[in-house]
């Protein structure tokens, strides 16, 4: 029998993380030729996503430039997606979750008429400039989509909700489960020399990650006085802060931050490093949308520095709690979750609404049952 003939579309470090699990499996099953295709929107993280898990691509667009705008990113990806498309014909595309690569891989493959399949599908906030330009991109690529692969049963609701067909939709859990998995080790030794003097056995670690662009500014300075706060009043707390390469965020961060001897300004980190820091963390502190997804796999409290979330399982589920910008909300709710065990137990140990890790597998399947060359419907994925 013929090969199926998937092409796969990223260009972001969170995309390549999401995807790697995928397209390792899809390299390995008979059924499927899988081509990889990166767009490079960023480049070092990206490359060091693909040398942790491996994976080796087909085509590099290469197209990240010096203070490149979202404009950049749509014209230089739209062009050189055509020829691409045009050259290798796939049967199905598949795109992931909300960035600017998602959404133009999606509406290059309906230019060229090919079946669209977009992995973490159906996440929303509701407010189409936060997260900016994600929620749009999210909403974009649904609307051109063939087969919705939602994480969780929410997920799908959200896309009933905008009446896409049910049969387009399948519940798979979120392929980020399945990374971290494969990478996490209890035994890990960090190669960061900043890393190896945080004290992870007497000390409350916090891991901070700041960096949307509506958290600029403002949003930043309660954050990082928040931290302060944090600091001055327990003894016991560090915090690590990999510090976005963004020059808005390093400044504002070194200005608020840079002195307190409590708080590691560190460089950005690469995924098997962070992913392991997660997991020696006490608390997480994020405005990041992925990280409260996998942090709950871990077991690891999250507190979201956004004013919206899009992961709403994990709020109703009880792993994360969203705290804004607002410096002393940030300082009741960390406070609480250091001095308190109970609540931190109650966070900690609640049931992950994301997956099993089985979310590749899940997928796979159910893209062999759609092009008939398997008969068995895959179950789709549901929280006990």
């Known amino acids: ?12 470090r969170p995309e390549a993380i999401k995807m790697a699990p995928l397209v390792k499996k899809l390299k390995k099953d008979d059924n499927i030729n899988c081509i990889v295709t990166v767009t490079a929107q960023h480049r070092e993280m990206l490359d060091q996503v693909l040398d942790l898990f491996e994976i080796k691509t087909d085509y590099d667009l290469d197209i990240m430039s010096d203070q490149q705008t979202l404009v950049d990113i749509t014209v230089n990806v739209l062009k050189n997606l055509e020829t691409v498309l045009n050259k290798e014909e796939p049967d199905l595309v598949l795109v992931h979750g909300d960035t600017t690569t998602t959404f133009i891989g999606a509406l290059s493959s309906f230019y060229k008429q090919i079946d669209i399949g977009h992995v973490e599908a159906g ?24 087969l919705n692969f939602a994480p969780t049963i929410n997920n799908k609701h959200n896309l009933l909700k905008e009446n896409v067909d049910e049969n387009k939709i399948f ?59 944090i600091i001055k009043s327990n003894r016991d707390a560090e915090v690590v802060f990999p510090v976005h390469l963004n020059p808005k965020v390093r ?15 560190i460089e950005p ?20 949308g992925g990280i409260q997804e996998e ?17 709403q399982e994990a709020i109703q589920a009880g792993t994360v709690k969203k705290v804004g910008v607002n410096r002393e909300k940030i300082f009741k709710e960390a406070d609480l979750l250091l001095n308190n065990k109970q ?15 089985k979310a590749v597998a899940r997928i796979i399947d159910y893209i062999l049952f759609h092009y008939k060359i398997k008969g068995v419907k895959p179950e789709p994925f549901q929280v006990d």
């Open 295 to 311: 942090a709950p796999g871990l077991g690891k409290p999250v507190l979201v520095l956004r004013d919206t979330t899009e992961r």
């Open 343 to 357: 609540e931190y137990l109650k966070m900690a140990e609640a049931i992950n609404p994301y997956g099993d890790g």
């Open 251 to 265: 400044k504002t961060a070194y200005k608020h931050l840079g002195d307190n001897k409590k708080v590691h300004l």
């Open 171 to 229: 519940v798979t859990g979120n392929t980020v489960i399945d990374a971290i998995q494969e990478i996490v080790k209890e035994n890990y030794k960090f190669d960061n020399e900043k890393l190896k003097d945080v004290d992870f056995d007497n000390n409350k670690v916090i891991l901070l990650t700041a960096h949307r662009r509506e958290n600029l500014g403002e949003g930043l300075t309660g954050i990082f006085k928040a931290v302060n706060d």
């Open 269 to 288: 980190l690469g995924y098997l490093e962070f992913a392991n820091l997660m997991n020696k963390s006490y608390l997480i502190m994020t405005d990041s």
């Open 1 to 12: 029998m013929e090969q199926l003939k998937v092409m796969t579309i990223f260009g972001t």
């Open 123 to 146: 996440l929303r906030t509701g407010n189409k400039y936060s997260p900016y330009p994600e929620e749009m991109n999210r909403h974009l690529t649904g609307v051109l989509t063939d």
